[in-house]
């Protein structure tokens, strides 16, 4: 029996995932100029002709991984402003940060590190400096959001804010097995999001 677009569908993300994994794990361990598209197709353990079925090459596999990574962004972002007071959008922007990096700490690492390239690695500054105009845009809704609560200096309290999530997520990266996730969670709403107005 055929299967179904549903199921091609469904067998097609498979695979860009698998392969995505393996040049997120090389890309960090090797780097991605010293990562070839053979390296990516054996670790994923799949051909190199299925690879190029998605990807041309290896910039169009991280443009892909970058784009991934902005809606993933979004997304939390998203959901934080479909809620009502300004409060919980924070609350579910931490939530969603922190679970993100728990249970994908190699994922964060990867965009960390693509980030905080050189600007003359033409390559890399293109992907870098998408995802940090995304940072940008984040932070900007946040010092809207910040507004909202009435604090005194809504930017000053989003550099804040984002310095210790930022921290907090690398922290999680660095000491995977002994950060107090939970804990950190419920620290950072009650000393961001409980509306109290700093002075």
Same mark, same amino acid.
């Given at each position: =029996?055929?299967?179904?677009?549903?199921?091609?569908?469904?067998?097609?993300?498979?695979?860009?995932?698998?392969?995505?994994?393996?040049?997120?794990?090389?890309?960090?361990?090797?780097?991605?100029?010293?990562?070839?598209?053979?390296?990516?197709?054996?670790?994923?353990?799949?051909?190199?002709?299925?690879?190029?079925?998605?990807?041309?090459?290896?910039?169009?596999?991280?443009?892909?991984?970058?784009?991934?990574?902005?809606?993933?962004?979004?997304?939390? =972002?998203?959901?934080?402003?479909?809620?009502?007071?300004?409060?919980? %959008?924070?609350?579910?922007?931490?939530?969603?940060?922190?679970?993100?990096?728990?249970?994908?700490?190699?994922?964060?690492?990867?965009?960390?590190?693509?980030?905080?390239?050189?600007?003359?690695?033409?390559?890399?500054?293109?992907?870098?400096? &998408?995802?940090?105009?995304?940072?940008?845009? %984040?932070?900007?809704? %946040?010092?809207?959001?910040?507004?909202?609560?009435?604090?005194?200096?809504?930017?000053?309290?989003?550099? &804040?804010?984002?310095?210790?999530? &930022?921290?907090?997520?690398?922290?999680?990266?660095?000491?995977?097995?002994?950060?107090?996730?939970?804990?950190?969670?419920?620290?950072?709403?009650?000393?961001?999001?409980?509306?109290?107005?700093?002075?």
């Amino acid at each position: =029996m055929p299967r179904t677009p549903e199921e091609n569908e469904r067998i097609r993300q498979a695979a860009k995932e698998k392969i995505h994994t393996a040049a997120m794990t090389l890309f960090v361990k090797k780097g991605y100029h010293a990562t070839s598209i053979d390296d990516v197709a054996k670790f994923a353990q799949i051909s190199k002709g299925l690879l190029y079925n998605y990807y041309k090459g290896k910039e169009e596999l991280l443009a892909a991984m970058v784009q991934v990574r902005i809606e993933g962004v979004a997304e939390v =972002m998203n959901a934080a402003l479909e809620l009502q007071s300004p409060a919980d %959008q924070l609350r579910q922007i931490v939530a969603g940060a922190i679970d993100n990096v728990s249970a994908r700490p190699d994922i964060y690492r990867f965009f960390l590190n693509l980030q905080t390239q050189p600007e003359d690695d033409h390559i890399l500054a293109t992907y870098s400096s &998408q995802l940090n105009e995304e940072s940008r845009k %984040q932070f900007e809704v %946040q010092v809207k959001i910040f507004k909202q609560l009435g604090v005194p200096s809504p930017r000053m309290r989003s550099l &804040q804010f984002s310095a210790a999530l &930022q921290g907090a997520m690398l922290m999680m990266t660095t000491y995977p097995g002994d950060f107090p996730v939970e804990e950190i969670k419920v620290q950072m709403m009650h000393e961001y999001c409980d509306g109290t107005i700093v002075e």
